[in-house]
């Protein structure tokens, strides 16, 4: 390469390398993100579906680069995984995610619960020790962390009940994100350890159109709630798809609809300061 990176602009110019090239700039530059607090964490309101009342936040992770600008989790989560790096910057998500969250509550906003997206890399039995150490750090108490994994990472079930279990002692909630997309069996549904399911946005998409669509959305609130789960939707766009989940009883609601994910301080602004309701 021509240049030594630092902020050279031409590092990522992609005409200049080739893909593994491109690739090994962008790891080296990723590894460095936390350190130069390139990282950050945009909120997304989950809503109650009957109420209208703001019952939660999804935390969704952002790396503002000083050439490549705002880069989405869908561009950077992948390599962080093939390489690791996802270990550190899962748990500066996670500590930020509850500091924000306990900052709000001193602040004396109504106490919602965070919702922090893991990796399958990070679903391990270090995790239990990490999540106890932030809480204890940040001071907020564990009702108010969620914690989304997917049902890829329950796989191996004996391995993911147990560390289901352990984090559910700890007190924090438990939910399946994107559930209806993975190849898991539903056997770990009985596991009392999980608190909500998270109907993937692909079966919200067509609710008011496609039949079989509407049926699967239905059928999973009634097979939820006779568990005891929790069901929120996510990818709620329309006023026509939140009166589909009104009327099939679905608890919470996120999406287009309320609010695209935004910066701590709009978030603020748009649901704690205006909307006390
Ligand atoms: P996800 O967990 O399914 O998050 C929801 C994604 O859908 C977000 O994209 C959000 O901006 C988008 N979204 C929300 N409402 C709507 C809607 O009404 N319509 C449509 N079309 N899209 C909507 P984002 O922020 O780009 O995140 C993409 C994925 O990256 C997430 O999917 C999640 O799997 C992953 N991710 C995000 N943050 C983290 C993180 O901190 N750690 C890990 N491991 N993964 C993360
Ligand atoms: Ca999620
Ligand atoms: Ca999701
Ligand atoms: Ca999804």
Redesign the pocket.
């Known amino acids: 390469a021509k240049s030594n990176g630092g902020n050279n602009l031409q590092v990522f110019n992609p005409v200049m390398y080739s893909n593994s090239q491109k690739k090994l700039l962008m790891e080296n530059a990723l590894r460095k993100s936390i350190e130069n607090n390139e990282l950050l964490?945009?909120y997304?309101p989950q809503i109650n579906t009957r109420t209208g009342q703001l019952v939660g936040v999804?935390?969704?992770?952002?790396w503002k680069h000083p050439q490549l600008g705002l880069v989405?989790?869908?561009e950077f989560?992948p390599l962080?995984?093939e390489t690791g790096i996802?270990i550190p910057?899962?748990e500066w998500?996670l500590r930020e995610a509850c500091r924000q969250n306990k900052q709000w509550q001193e602040a004396g906003y109504p106490p919602i619960k965070v919702s922090?997206?893991?990796?399958g890399k990070?679903f391990s039995q270090e995790l239990v020790d990490q999540v106890n150490q932030i809480l204890t750090e940040t001071g907020l108490a564990p009702e108010f962390l969620d914690l989304?994994i997917?049902e890829s990472m329950m796989m191996d079930a004996n391995h993911s009940i147990r560390i289901l279990n352990e984090l559910h002692e700890v007190g924090i909630q438990i939910s399946i994100?994107?559930f209806g997309t993975g190849y898991s069996s539903l056997s770990y549904l009985k596991s009392f350890s999980i608190n909500r399911l998270?109907i993937?946005?692909s079966f919200i998409k067509d609710i008011t159109k496609n039949t079989s669509d509407a049926n699967i959305v239905d059928t999973i609130i009634t097979m939820a709630h006779k568990l005891g789960l929790i069901v929120i939707a996510?990818?709620?766009?329309s006023v026509e798809q939140l009166e589909f989940l009104i009327s099939n009883h679905c608890d919470e609601c996120?999406?287009?609809?309320y609010s695209?994910?935004v910066t701590s301080m709009q978030f603020e602004n748009k649901f704690f300061r205006n909307n006390n309701s």
């Open positions: 964490l945009f997304q999804e935390a969704l992770v952002r989405g989790p869908e989560i962080s995984e996802i910057i899962g998500v922090v997206n893991l990796s990070q989304e997917t994100d994107d998270k993937d946005r996510e990818g709620v766009e996120q999406g287009f609809l695209e994910p």
